[in-house]
């Protein structure tokens, strides 16, 4: 569809010439000899772009520029003058005129200026649309108890700028949480910055928090700087935070102290002003009684504490969560959706979900590349774990409950079953692995190699 380009000038030659310009470049063009005219016109049918001249019998361009701006604020107006001056020209920028040009008109100049404009105001929509996008990619989905209250906490506490600890499983998506907080707070224009300390070997997880100076190790060629650095004025996530060496930990808590640090390997004082919100799945209480996590930097994190749900505690949302992921699979695609219909959303209910909102997108996400039809019924879901507790499972035995061995080696049975079973959903493909499961390659590689797992298949 063409863009609308209204010119208002009361000498009807440059009307006639300006429109006679635009159309032959394929704009659609109205025409007003005044400005009450055009305030007529945009009240009609608003244009893309307004040609505005500045000196008029009656009520001239400013005037008439004013009230545009009052009546339609998002109007892109440019000015045309005859008789141009610096006060006049700097008094039409600051009531919201794009651009200012004298007469007599050059061609080019005319069609490079309403290119400019009409491409700014494109610019402009796409950016309200992102942000748009942005927010409901931050929007904690549901309408459950549990999640009516987090939401509730998070714009209780993201105007200040108080350290958030947010607990959960893995999966229920505490890194959603930590840039909703961002997102709805004073910093929101500022960076957020995360880091997932798990992630990172120990030797390295240093430089990437402070950043290091040239020379500070074999390989650093030139200064870095940290994600402290980099979170300047806004909010770094420390993913994971459970995960962090007790050395690691401490230079935290002097950060936390003191707002200021060292980069690895310099002697110079880096003063920042970060907020921090960190995250976990363990118990940090039970690491800190096991001498494995210090208690001064839990206090310093837990000033709000915040605990995401399962998704086993909040399965009446899933019929809220399924079209919210199906929308982003699409946008993301470009593709026609699909729809999921109510009975194929039941039965999504019905199962336990070991991995949370992660795993339920994960299969969102198969169930929309496989299904060849555009409406998902129940034979269409891959078959799942059951629901904890259901009474009708015969899989469940109470004493297959009860295994031999400690937490840990239980731990690590079902991590590496999950590996496995996430390896074969993915082909054997290990880089595709570790970013569906929001792990870095060379960790997965390590787990593989410990676990003994086969991935010649």
Sequence with gaps: MSKTILIVDDEKDIRTSLTGILEDEGYQVLSAASGADALESVRQDLPDLIMLDIWMPGMDGLETLEKLKALFPLVTVIMISGHGTIETAVRATKLGAFDFIEKPLSLDKVLI???????????????????????NEYELIGTSPAIAELREQIVRVAPTTASVLVTGENGTGKELVARSIHYYS??????????????????????????????????????????????????????EIGDMSLKTQAKVLRILQERRFERVGGTRTVTVDVRIIAATNKELETEIRQGR???????????????????????????????????????REGREPKVFLPEALESLKHHDWPGNVRELKNIIERILIMSPGRQITPADIP??????????????????????????????????????????????????????????????HRKIKSYGIDVRK
């Design 293 to 331: 996590f210090r208690e001064d930097l839990y206090y310093r994190l837990n000033v709000v504490p915040f605990r995401v749900p399962a998704l086993r505690e909040r399965s009446q949302d899933i019929p809220q969560l399924v079209p919210h992921f199906v929308s982003q699979f699409y946008r």
């Design 113 to 135: 200026t309403v290119s400019n404009a009409l491409r700014m105001k494109e610019l402009r929509v796409e950016n309200e649309e992102l942000k748009r996008v942005v927010g």
């Design 383 to 444: 078959e799942l774990s059951p629901a904890r507790g259901a009474a009708d499972s015969p899989d469940i035995r109470p004493d297959s409950l009860f295994v031999p061995g400690t937490l840990r080696e239980a731990r690590e049975g079902f991590e590496r079953d999950f590996i496995i079973q996430k390896l074969e959903e993915n082909d054997w493909n290990i880089s595709r692995t570790a970013e569906i499961i929001e792990l870095e390659r060379s960790n997965l």
């Design 186 to 239: 004073l910093r929101s224009d500022k960076p957020f910055i995360a880091i997932n300390c798990a992630a990172i070997p120990e030797e390295l997880i240093e430089s990437e928090l402070f950043g290091h100076e040239k020379g500070a190790f074999t390989g650093a060629v030139a200064q870095k700087k940290g994600k402290f650095d980099l979170a300047d004025g806004g909010t770094l996530f420390l993913d």
